[in-house]
């Protein structure tokens, strides 16, 4: 018998090996059910807190998924089922490569010239769309599935493989897909980091009806395509999603919800990914129609910022050419949005090549945000605590090449350190 187990093995090893291989398994009973396969039990619910309500919507709802090119997208069930109850935004674009960056600046409106993976802690003076949310007494919160404990700071977590019970334990959550978690801003407040809930969280709050106004979701690393591929997380959004649209604690007539992509996964072309808005908040009119405006992650900054008319970061949410507000809502709001012909669309597909706090090779340091700025809300810039406003771009030393000086340790933040 040995022979055939050794041709059986054989024929084996390389699909045990390849990430492709995994077949989608349902993580719970039912995406409102709790599960030991989400790593991190769940933490008591969320507190209700009162609604703030929006011009355009009252609760938003911004789900990334991992680096797929936009046709590839288009052409799975789930995506050819979604789009016909979505506005489909066929102009969205990332920001850069890799995946990191990308999660940085959709919240922070900018993403420092990273260009890499690695473990940053970005300075308390930076503020996010948490600031300007919480400054109007909105509600928020982030979901990251299979993080360990709620507000966890550790690179990534191992668990053991639901998807395959006889293969080692796998790496479902990595800390670069979770926005928040990279800035002080959010992490040294206790009450913010609490916020940073994993998904038997959200199941339980839910259920509770505590699901807050701003909510970020991040799927695992096979959920989300990373790991695997565009066909697998659209078989995880054919099983995730339906039952959330239809739960009214999660959905409602008020609701709006994002549903893009980090970044694409060629990087020849420009970094379009396939980007719909749906949820019952969406007029029934825009259903499965297309909007060709150029936007970006930081378009999914100023929509929020003009919808509860909330200050601004003064960052690029604050740029027009890249800070577009989805048209339904501008329309509603008031807001000009800036027409661009495809020739006119920046080049998001580099990476490496941007000045900034976070690119050792073209340092320079973290300045205050463009103070003067207006944005979307009509509102002025926010102001972090211990941020020194007078510190501007202008003010700044031009670039230098840390790398090079072998000066890369002595950034000016001691706890930016590359674990990589
Ligand atoms: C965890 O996943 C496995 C599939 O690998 C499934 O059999 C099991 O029911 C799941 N556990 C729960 C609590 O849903
Ligand atoms: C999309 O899928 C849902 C169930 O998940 C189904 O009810 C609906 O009819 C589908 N829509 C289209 C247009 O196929
Ligand atoms: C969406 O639009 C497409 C093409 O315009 C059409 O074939 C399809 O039936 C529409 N779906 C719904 C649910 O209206
Ligand atoms: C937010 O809530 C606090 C505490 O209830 C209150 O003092 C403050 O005025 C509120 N801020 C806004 C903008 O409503
Ligand atoms: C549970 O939540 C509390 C309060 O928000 C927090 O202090 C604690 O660290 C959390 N524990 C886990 C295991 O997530
Ligand atoms: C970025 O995209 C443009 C336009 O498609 C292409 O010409 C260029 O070569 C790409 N750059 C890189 C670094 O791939
Ligand atoms: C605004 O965005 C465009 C396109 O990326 C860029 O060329 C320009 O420098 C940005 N402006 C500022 C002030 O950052
Ligand atoms: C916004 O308003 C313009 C001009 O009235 C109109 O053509 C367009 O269809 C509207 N777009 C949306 C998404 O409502
Ligand atoms: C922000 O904080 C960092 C680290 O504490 C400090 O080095 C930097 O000067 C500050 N920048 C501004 C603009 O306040
Ligand atoms: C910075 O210095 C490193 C090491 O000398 C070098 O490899 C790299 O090309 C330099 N980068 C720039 C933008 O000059
Ligand atoms: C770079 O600096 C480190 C310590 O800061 C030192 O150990 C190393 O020898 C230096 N490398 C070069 C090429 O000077
Ligand atoms: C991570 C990923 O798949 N991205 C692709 C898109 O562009 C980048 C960087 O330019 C490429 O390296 C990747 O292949």
Redesign the pocket.
């Known amino acids: 018998m040995l022979l055939p187990s050794l041709v059986l093995l054989v024929a084996l090893v390389p699909a045990a090996f390849a990430a492709q291989a995994f077949q989608f398994v349902p993580p719970a009973l039912t995406p409102l059910s709790t599960s030991t396969n989400y790593t991190g039990a769940n933490n008591n619910t969320l507190s209700k807190q009162d609604v703030i309500p929006g011009l355009v919507f009252d609760r938003f709802i911004y789900i990334f998924l991992e680096n797929t090119d936009y046709n590839d997208a288009a052409s799975t069930a789930a995506f050819m089922n979604l789009t016909q109850q979505s506005i489909l935004l066929s102009q969205y674009f990332s920001l850069t490569h890799p995946s990191e960056p990308n999660y940085a600046g959709a919240i922070g409106g900018d993403f420092w010239g990273m260009g890499d993976d690695d473990f940053y802690n970005i300075p308390a003076n930076i503020s996010t769309v948490i600031d300007l949310l919480e400054d109007k007494n909105i509600s928020w919160a982030c979901y990251q599935e299979n993080m360990p404990s709620d507000g966890y700071q550790g690179f990534n977590f191992v668990s053991p493989n639901y998807l395959n019970a006889s293969a080692p334990d796998y790496t479902f959550y990595m800390r670069k897909h979770n926005p928040a978690i990279l800035y002080d801003s959010i992490v040294s407040v206790p009450s913010r980091l609490a916020r940073i809930r994993n998904f038997n969280d959200l199941a339980a709050d839910v259920n509770a009806s505590a699901i807050p106004q701003w909510l970020f979701i991040t799927p695992n690393m096979v959920n989300d395509g990373h790991d695997t591929d565009v066909d697998f997380a659209s078989e995880w959004l054919m099983y995730w999603l339906p039952t959330m649209l239809n739960d009214p604690n999660f959905n409602d007539d008020r609701t709006i919800i994002v549903l893009t992509f980090d970044e694409n996964e060629t990087s020849e072309i420009n970094n379009n990914v396939y980007t719909l808005v749906l949820g019952g908040g969406l007029p029934a009119n825009l259903r499965n129609t297309t909007d060709d405006f150029y936007y970006t992650h930081y378009s999914s900054i100023s929509t929020v910022e003009a919808n509860w008319g909330l200050k601004s970061l003064g960052r690029q949410d604050t740029n027009k050419t890249v800070s577009n507000v989805f048209s339904f809502v501008a329309n509603v709001t008031g807001y000009t949005n800036v027409e661009l012909t495809p020739d006119q669309y920046p080049l998001t597909n580099l990476t490496t090549v941007f000045n900034g706090p976070l690119n050792p090779?073209?340092y320079v340091p973290f300045t205050a945000p463009n103070m003067s700025a207006v944005g979307a809300g009509g509102q002025g810039v926010f102001v972090a605590p211990s941020l020194n406003t007078s510190f501007t771009a202008a003010l700044a030393p031009a670039p230098v090449?840390l790398?090079?000086m072998n000066l890369t340790q002595l950034r000016e933040c001691a706890e930016l350190v590359k674990h990589l």
């Open positions: 090779d073209q090449n790398t090079a």
